[in-house]
T-cell receptor, first 115, second 114 residues
Framework: AQSVTQPDIHITVSEGASLELRCNYS??????LFWYVQSPGQGLQLLLK??????LVQGIKGFEAEFKRSQSSFNLRKPSVHWSDAAEYFC?????????????FGQGTTLQVKP | EPEVTQTPSHQVTQMGQEVILRCVPI?????FYWYRQILGQKVEFLVS????????KSEIFDDQFSVERPDGSNFTLKIRSTKLEDSAMYFC????????????FGPGTRLTVT
């Protein structure tokens, strides 16, 4: 079945440490890919998106993500985490890619940042 | 910067009652969406809306749900007879064009059905 998977439900990192959040998708063609962040009590904010071209994309708040076709992955990274990055992170794929583009979300990864 | 707004932020209702959740999408956007997120679960698509009609709806979006764009600015989600399992955060989103472009989300309405 077509899906978006975020294997890590909960991740805890120390402030200043690096971060990688995993996302895998199971669609045949190269999908468009998004990462959204949801801070407590807030809506969903787009961090970054991949449509085509350079497989390493830069986003807001110092985040980046790399699309790897061979691994069907689109992992989110940040070299140095700040306490304000504590939030829930969602990977999403629009389906169908060229139509209404409803977003299919992964389960989400909750990031906790230790001081 | 333009943003999607939603009202109310929190709605408490009794089972069987009708509720209307309101959204004001960004003014030049053409495609509108409702999603919901049950506590602790992932965000799920409910319905998409374009050109004054439903483009697509999920299995969740049964006859108890309806959407409307009553004027040029509001986009509403109505639940006719709420059930306990309708308790969730409901997000409205909009995008300037369809097909894989960024969706801008509102802050959500938390619906609690008692």
């Amino acid at each position: 079945a077509q899906s978006v998977t975020q294997p890590d439900i909960h991740i805890t990192v120390s402030e200043g440490a690096s971060l990688e959040l995993r996302c895998n998708y199971s669609y045949g063609a190269t999908p468009y890919l998004f990462w959204y962040v949801q801070s407590p009590g807030q809506g969903l904010q787009l961090l970054l998106k991949y449509f085509s071209g350079d497989t390493l994309v830069q986003g807001i708040k110092g985040f980046e993500a790399e699309f790897k076709r061979s691994q069907s992955s689109f992992n989110l990274r940040k070299p140095s985490v700040h306490w304000s990055d504590a939030a829930e992170y969602f990977c999403a794929v629009p389906r169908p890619a060229g139509n209404t583009g409803k977003l299919i979300f992964g389960q989400g990864t909750t990031l906790q940042v230790k001081p | 910067e333009p943003e999607v707004t939603q009202t109310p932020s929190h709605q408490v209702t009794q089972m069987g009652q009708e509720v209307i959740l309101r959204c004001v999408p960004i003014s030049n956007h053409l495609y509108f969406y409702w999603y919901r997120q049950i506590l602790g679960q992932k965000v799920e698509f409910l319905v998409s809306f374009y050109n004054n009609e439903i483009s697509e709806k999920s299995e969740i979006f049964d006859d108890q749900f309806s959407v409307e764009r009553p004027d040029g600015s509001n986009f509403t989600l109505k639940i006719r007879s709420t059930k306990l399992e309708d308790s969730a955060m409901y997000f409205c989103a909009s995008t300037p064009r369809g097909g894989s472009y960024e969706q801008y989300f509102g802050p959500g309405t938390r619906l609690t059905v008692t």
